[in-house]
């Protein structure tokens, strides 16, 4: 009986509280991630933020949500799939396992009322002030492989449920087959239990991984890649930092000014057909640095 051989993820360090120097001296300053159980319990949102909360304040709002189909043509970078009331969503997060998601959504934008329920941590990160985005997934659902466009530092709350979290550093880029002109990994991976037989390369990958409960907090370094799958269903809030360096406050212009555009132009130019082309490029690109033969 062949032994199932599993990715290479150490756990990711926990602490209860933590110092803005230990904060930046332990993980800001070398890029490494760490999960804090107790940063926002003094926020209002620690013990109110809940499904029904969200229900009762947006419930009458129109969500866009997004599902796990495979990237195509027939949408625009970040289109959604399709749209339903607030309410209605929930009622079916609740009923059964779904693969549709809010991603990206300003749901404090259309409820300022939810303003007040947060606060920016003083951890030392230079926070963007803007109004933070809300996440929400089904049972199972799954964010795919990826890494932001924006390279920031992130501060990730989670609420409602448990959630997992597989990271991995920007050092591993070459090894998780990186779809060129985008920001993800194959689709087609899956890095609970990955193919080796179709992706060899991916037995080099060194990452990490944690799952994080109501309102724990997950420090993501700049350029990591992450992927995100509901254990229950729940939501999330992002906190986005700038860049610390040069070099990635210029990829992110790069990513934010020409590739998203590139990607659309082309998307219309050729539609599937750049799709499939852009997937057997990871697949070729990443074999043949690694002397992989097809």
């Known amino acids: 009986m062949k032994v199932k ?24 300053q070398p890029q490494k991630p760490v999960v804090i159980e107790r940063l926002i319990d003094d926020w209002p949102a620690y013990e109110k933020w809940n499904l029904d909360y969200i229900n009762k304040l947006a419930g009458d709002k129109t969500v866009p949500l997004y599902d796990d189909r495979p990237i195509s043509s027939k949408y625009k970078f970040n289109e959604p799939h399709t749209k339903m009331k607030m309410a209605e969503y929930i009622q079916l997060l609740k009923s059964r396992p779904t693969n549709y998601r809010i991603f990206l959504y300003h749901l404090m934008k259309e409820v300022p009322r939810l303003q007040k329920d947060f606060k920016y941590p003083k951890i030392g990160l230079r926070f963007i002030k803007q109004l933070p985005m809300l996440f929400f997934g089904g049972e199972n659902s799954k964010v795919f492989m990826h890494y932001d466009i924006d390279y920031a530092n992130i501060m990730h709350f989670h609420f ?52 994080l409960d109501h309102g ?79």
């Open 5 to 28: 051989e599993e990715m290479k993820l150490e756990q990711i360090p926990r602490v209860k509280r933590i110092s803005k120097s230990d904060f930046l001296k332990n993980y800001v």
């Open 160 to 211: 409602h449920g448990k959630k997992q979290c597989i990271l991995f550093p920007p050092s591993e880029s070459e090894y998780l087959y990186k779809v060129p002109h985008a920001l993800i990994a194959r689709e087609d991976i899956n890095f609970n239990d990955p193919d080796y037989d179709k992706f060899p390369v991916l037995r080099k990958a060194r990452g990490y991984v944690t799952e």
């Open 216 to 294: 724990e907090s997950l420090y993501m370094p700049e350029g990591y890649w992450h992927q995100m799958t509901y254990l229950t269903p729940g939501f999330s809030m992002s906190l986005r930092a700038t860049p610390r360096t040069l070099t990635n406050f210029s990829k992110a212009v790069y990513n934010l000014i020409f590739m998203r555009h590139f990607d659309n132009y082309m998307r219309k130019l050729r539609g599937q057909k750049w799709i499939d082309y852009k997937n057997e490029q990871a697949v070729k690109r990443t074999h043949k640095k690694h002397d992989i033969s097809q």
